[in-house]
């Protein structure tokens, strides 16, 4: 089955600094990349994702690039906000059946 | 748009109790929809796979007579921990695959269960 690593555990960045998740993948079946927000007592929202066939996508301060032949994605954020402060997660999928990397937890210090 | 429900946000139950939990899409329909759980600064870890109709799909490891799965309905699926016991408790979470949009899942905002 899929598994998704997830690097790092946690990152601290000063407010305006960017940061930067990387995630992996072991499924060359796997076509969707999503990535998710959670703040304490939530569920997980979708703030980007990507497709197999999509080498980069951005969404104003947010970008994710996708390395299918490496099996790796990743999350760039730049400018960051104390309000970006989360757990993020990765996640692979395919047909819906999605996995989870083990999530990094982001502080942005003001 | 795509928002899912979840109710209760949290309960609180004694040992040997059964507990309901709803997932609810609210402005779509879903004909699959997904149970997870997770653990305290853990990551999300898929309990199964509910199909509108049919017979819900259990990970391994996850007792489909304990956690008893029902998708009736293209807005509607429970969770049903039974006979609950403390080990029970967690954070139970569900999402609902946006049918004709590739395979985004949107999640709700979480079951809190306390098993006591």
């Known amino acids: 089955g899929e598994n998704v690593e997830q690097h790092p555990s946690t990152l601290s960045v000063q407010e305006g600094d960017s940061a930067v998740i990387k995630c992996t993948y072991s499924?060359?079946?796997?076509?969707?990349f999503p990535w998710y927000k959670q703040e304490l007592g939530k569920g997980p929202q979708l703030i980007i994702d990507?497709?197999?066939?999509?080498g980069e996508k951005k969404d104003q301060r947010i970008a994710v690039t996708l390395n299918k032949t490496a099996k790796h994605f990743s999350l760039h954020i730049t400018e960051t906000q104390p309000e970006d402060s989360a757990v993020y997660f990765c996640?692979?999928?395919?047909?819906?059946?999605?996995?989870f990397g083990a999530g990094t937890r982001l502080t942005v210090k003001p | 748009g795509a928002v899912v429900s979840q109710h209760p946000s949290w309960v609180i139950c004694k040992s040997g109790t059964s507990v309901k939990i709803e997932c609810r899409s609210l402005?779509?329909?879903?004909?699959?929809m997904f149970w997870y759980r997770q653990f305290p600064k853990q990551s999300l870890m898929l309990m199964a796979t509910?199909?509108?109709?049919?017979?819900?799909?259990?990970e391994q490891g996850v007792e489909k007579d304990k956690f008893l799965i029902n998708h009736a309905s293209l807005t509607l699926s429970t969770l049903t921990v039974t006979s609950a016991h403390p080990e029970d408790s967690s954070f139970y979470i569900c999402?609902?695959?946006?049918?004709?949009?590739?395979?985004?899942?949107?999640f709700g905002p979480g079951t809190r269960l306390t098993v006591t």
């Open positions: 999402s609902a695959l946006l049918a004709g949009k590739g395979y985004e899942q949107y």
């Open positions: 499924d060359s079946a796997s076509n969707y």
């Open positions: 990507i497709r197999s066939n999509v």
């Open positions: 996640a692979a999928s395919f047909v819906g059946d999605m996995r």
């Open positions: 402005d779509f329909q879903a004909t699959t």
């Open positions: 509910s199909n509108e109709g049919s017979k819900a799909t259990y």
